[in-house]
T-cell receptor, first 112, second 113 residues
Framework: GAGVSQSPSNKVTEKGKDVELRCDPI?????LYWYRQRLGQGLEFLIY??????PDKSGLPSDRFSAERTGESVSTLTIQRTQQEDSAVYLC?????WGQGTFGSGTRLTVV | AQSVSQHNHHVILSEAASLELGCNYS??????LFWYVQYPGQHLQLLLK??????LVKGIKGFEAEFIKSKFSFNLRKPSVQWSDTAEYFC???????????FGPGTRLSVLP
């Protein structure tokens, strides 16, 4: 597709359940980022994939969060045992090695 | 639907030149406004944000932005750029409920030494 695609667009889950969020980057984009934005705050960096290099996981807030990416394709962000504080919009962005980042429309996660 | 436009795709300046990057948004309600910077090979970093109050916002690294509600604008400024400011700059907006987070397409800034 022409842009970064994220699914689902909205997810409501019960506290304690696991969720999986998906990001389809733009074809050919070697870099992929996950961010989240909680209500009233700016973006919070979570994880960064660049080609076949080891990902930068320094932004993951706890060991309940993990992400995978196979090569330069789809990425999934998994949150285990969700908590109410995990409620946020989760944004994915992909880019060529230098900038030209494009953002997806996000997944709104609500933990009830 | 909300949208954000940034006036320039690529700006090239010499060191010590003044910078102004344009950002306009379309949304009829109360908004929160952000400028982010992305250095090569790094993730986004928040430069500054506006939620309410003084429309002239000071950020990190000498950047500032002015919210002009009547013009739906939130332009980023810096009086004297440095080579290390070379990066991509993104304007973003969301509504006051934290929904509809929308990014502009970005402006690449190249500062020549």
């Amino acid at each position: 597709g022409a842009g970064v695609s994220q699914s689902p667009s909205n997810k409501v889950t019960e506290k304690g359940k696991d969720v999986e969020l998906r990001c389809d980057p733009i074809s050919g984009h070697t870099a992929l980022y996950w961010y989240r934005q909680r209500l009233g705050q700016g973006l919070e960096f979570l994880i960064y994939f660049q080609g076949n290099s080891a990902p930068d996981k320094s932004g993951l807030p706890s060991d309940r969060f993990s992400a995978e990416r196979t090569g330069e394709s789809v990425s999934t962000l998994t949150i285990q045992r969700t908590q109410q504080e995990d409620s946020a919009v989760y944004l994915c962005a992909s880019s060529l090695e230098w900038g030209q980042g494009t953002f997806g429309s996000g997944t709104r996660l609500t933990v009830v | 639907a909300q949208s954000v436009s940034q006036h320039n795709h690529h700006v090239i300046l010499s060191e010590a030149a003044s910078l102004e990057l344009g950002c306009n948004y379309s949304y009829g309600g109360t908004v929160n406004l952000f400028w982010y910077v992305q250095y090569p090979g790094q993730h986004l970093q928040l430069l500054l944000k506006y939620f309410s109050g003084d429309p002239l916002v000071k950020g990190i690294k000498g950047f500032e932005a002015e919210f002009i509600k009547s013009k739906f604008s939130f332009n980023l400024r810096k009086p004297s750029v440095q080579w290390s400011d070379t990066a991509e700059y993104f304007c973003a907006v969301n509504d006051n409920y934290g929904q509809n987070f929308v990014f502009g397409p970005g402006t690449r800034l190249s500062v020549l030494p």
